[in-house]
């Protein structure tokens, strides 16, 4: 009895220590068995109490862990991006439910990789991110492949997860298809928008073409009747000395042949005719290269062209519009250009670049007249070289823009004109083709003398980016 009472002693000391309890009592009564066992009995018991309680504990907590391990599953589990969690090595350890629908896994350990279309190219963009240590990653567009290997547009980022001593990393995917699809149709109308203000622009333009068209044409037409009325007289002119050399085989009077020369030769004013009719030609000539460069000018802003980009001379398409819109702005203002002989050719879509441009200076006249007392406005145009890009510089000697209207300007149907003068897309449709369809920049600002500035950048490079996305 003795010796077991002593093992109960010592297992109890040994849990009363571990749990910071230990009585003094236990050992001080050592001399008395009853009453230490009575203090051993209090003591179990309430060991045993906080045994129960601890128990209850672990086994609520534990519940716990697993109500949160099950709602954490079913979060991911519904939730709409496809999300790995892959080790170091770049194997998957954990898919939830739409990333395996979303690239048609089963099972089988995978490489993050396969989930690429072009493996390669995916592994020069993953292994410096891992490399940050980040845990935050810019999402990224590429292409991803099925296990059936069909492949369809994603978007990705990553999160490293080493800061909190884990050789892992979360990997967020999603199906991009139906953004693709929608962007391609929302391009399409902005391609149809932009084409139907460039027409509805050569509709307003069209009395002014026809009157810039008029203009050479009257005097093509003056011109060729001159040489029609003068070349008939020639002609006959030339009769006569065919008669005088002998060439007709009809009965020749010399004398009277020479008399009537004299005399239609003084009547006809060859003289005149000599200086005159050169000039006819030389001025229909030109009024045909005038006709000419205006269909052709007119041809060139109206094609509705397509995706693709090109090389195009910046310069070149100035001079085009100004041409086109020469009847609206010529009763309005001057021009002066600044056109930088070696600017480099800049890859975009020379449509829509006219279109730009045309907003430009209609822009400028539609806030001239407006405001115009008197005097000739001035349209400035410079272009040049700044970097990777080249700018164009739209200057004018209007009333300029308010100020509280600057950042503004470039809102959709956002106009300071009075009404019926605007509808309001006419820079909102620059600021779309600048910004989206050639990852350029414009801005506004008014001038140190007065007047409204537009600044336009474009690169000189096309981006790897935005090839794809053309």
């Avoid at 001057?334 to 070696?342: G, K, M, Q, R, V």
């Amino acid at each position: 009895m003795a010796s077991e009472l002593e093992v109960v002693v010592k297992m109890s000391n040994i849990m009363l220590d571990n749990s910071g309890k230990t009585d003094s009592r236990v050992v001080d009564n050592l001399s008395n068995p009853a009453k230490k066992m009575s203090v051993l009995e209090d003591q179990l018991k309430e060991a045993k109490q906080e045994l129960a309680e601890m128990s209850l504990t672990l086994k609520l907590s534990a519940s716990s862990l697993e109500n949160q391990r099950l709602q954490l599953d079913t979060i991911l589990d519904n939730t709409l991006a496809g999300i790995f969690v892959v080790q170091g090595n770049l194997s998957i350890v954990r898919a939830n439910r739409a990333a395996r629908n979303m690239f048609g896994i089963t099972d089988g350990k995978l490489n993050i990789l396969e989930l690429f279309s072009d493996q390669d190219e995916a592994r020069r963009i993953i292994v410096p991110l891992m490399a940050e240590h980040s845990n935050c990653h810019a999402l990224r567009e590429t292409v991803g492949r099925t296990r059936e290997g069909c492949e369809f547009p994603i978007e990705f980022g990553l999160a490293t997860m080493d800061h909190l001593g884990w050789d892992q990393s979360v990997w967020i995917f999603s199906d991009i298809t139906e953004r693709k699809h929608i962007d391609a149709r929302r391009h399409a109308l902005e391609q149809e928008l932009v084409q139907a203000r460039k027409l509805e622009a050569l509709g307003t333009l069209a009395s002014g073409v026809a009157h810039e068209i008029n203009t050479p044409v009257q005097y093509i037409s003056d011109n060729v009747r001159f040489l029609d009325e003068s070349l008939a007289d020639i002609f006959s002119l030339i009769k006569l000395y065919r008669q005088g050399l002998g060439l007709e085989k009809s009965s020749i009077d010399q004398p009277k042949i020479v008399s009537t020369i004299r005399n239609l030769e003084k009547e006809l004013d060859i003289d005149f005719l000599h200086e005159e009719m050169p000039q006819a030609i030389s001025q229909s000539l030109e009024g045909i290269e005038q006709v000419a460069s205006i269909a052709n000018a007119i041809k060139e802003f109206s094609h509705p062209g397509g995706d693709e980009k090109n090389d195009v001379d910046i310069n070149k398409l100035i001079n085009t519009t100004l041409t086109v819109t020469h009847n609206q702005w010529k009763f309005v203002a001057t021009t002066h250009l600044e056109l930088d002989e070696n600017l480099p050719m800049v890859p975009c879509i020379s449509g829509e670049i006219c279109q730009v441009i045309m907003n430009m200076i209609v822009n400028a006249v539609d806030a001239m007249e407006m405001t115009r007392t008197g005097g000739q406005g001035i349209i400035s145009i410079k272009t040049r070289t700044a970097g990777d890009f080249v700018e164009i510089v739209f200057s004018d000697n209007g009333p300029g823009i308010p100020v509280k209207c600057l950042d503004r300007v470039f809102d959709p149907f956002f106009t300071t004109k009075d009404i019926g003068k605007g509808t309001g897309q006419g820079l909102a449709i620059t600021h779309t083709i600048i910004h989206q369809h050639h990852d350029g920049q414009v801005s506004c600002k008014n001038g140190a003398n007065g007047g409204a500035e537009f600044l336009i950048q474009l690169p000189i490079h096309q981006s790897e980016n935005q090839g794809a996305e053309r």
